[in-house]
């Protein structure tokens, strides 16, 4: 072979894992982004907020939305690259046990209403999704106020997660699950304890109020029953979830992210509704 061969050769072999790599990094950020836009919607705590709750969208997701509940009064942080204000020096590795576990690099713990117990289900794939989109934001400098908890928060949310895997999107029922665990629809739609704790048993039955400046909204049964989704058609479950109209008409209110689940692609609803459907019917 002509030296000249061996160097294109060469070039070549060298050339593939770099393209592998970029291919890698674009599928990860295109991931990253339709998790972020639709079904994950971090966004809709962590976009900064006009006066009247307004999400102020060019300024990303640069927090300072205020939560009022009794035991605390917390300030989504500041989730953009700036080095200052928000998380510019964290490493991508801090960002996932962060996310997924809720510890901050400098061991502290990331406070309510953060559903970090929800996060945990997020797979080593999806998470990575996450960071790489994080990472690829414009930084922008808000200084969010410190939150303050009047209860104290757990020692932890559980042991450190180690390789998580989503189960096969064919598995609509699991990989459902799997949605909902990421987009924590369980924890707005199942009734509290008055400790403030999920109960278990009544999973997906609602019935836990929201105030904000939109008055008081109540979540509502998920369930397969008569005083839930029984009735309702894939469109009309679709419907509401992705634009907040009910099948009467009725248009529902926040908190849910309805701007973001708008984005939800058709096979994610698929698999979200049959995992709805196959729920534990819950009475009222
Ligand atoms: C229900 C609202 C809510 C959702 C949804 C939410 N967060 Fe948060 N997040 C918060 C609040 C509030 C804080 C601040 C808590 C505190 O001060 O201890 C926070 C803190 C953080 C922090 C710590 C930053 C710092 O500087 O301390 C990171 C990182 C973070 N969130 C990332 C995310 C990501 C990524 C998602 C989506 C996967 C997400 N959050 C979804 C409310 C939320
Ligand atoms: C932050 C809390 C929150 C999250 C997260 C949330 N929801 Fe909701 N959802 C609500 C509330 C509150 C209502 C009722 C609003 C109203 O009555 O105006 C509601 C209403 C609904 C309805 C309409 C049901 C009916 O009978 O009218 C459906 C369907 C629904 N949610 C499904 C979901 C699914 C699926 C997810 C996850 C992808 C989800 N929600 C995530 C709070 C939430």
Known sequence: MSR???????????????????????????????????????????????PQGEPLFERGLSGGFKFDAPPFTSYAANITPDAETGIGRWTEAQLVKAIREGVRPDGSLIGWPMPIEYYRHLSDDDVAALVAYLRAQPAVANAVPKSVYRIPLPASYGPPVGKVKAPPAKDLRRYGEYLANIAHCMECHTPRDDKGELIESRLGAGGQPFKGPWGVSVSRNLTPDAAGLKSWSDAQIAQAIRTGVRPDGQALKPPMGFGFYSKISDADMKALIAYLRSLKPQKP
């Open 4 to 50: 000249l061969w061996r160097l294109v050769l060469g070039g070549l072999v060298a050339a593939v894992p770099l393209a592998a790599w970029s291919d890698v990094t674009a599928d990860r950020l295109a991931r990253g982004k339709y998790l972020m836009d639709s079904v994950v919607a971090c966004g809709n705590c962590h976009v900064q907020r006009g």
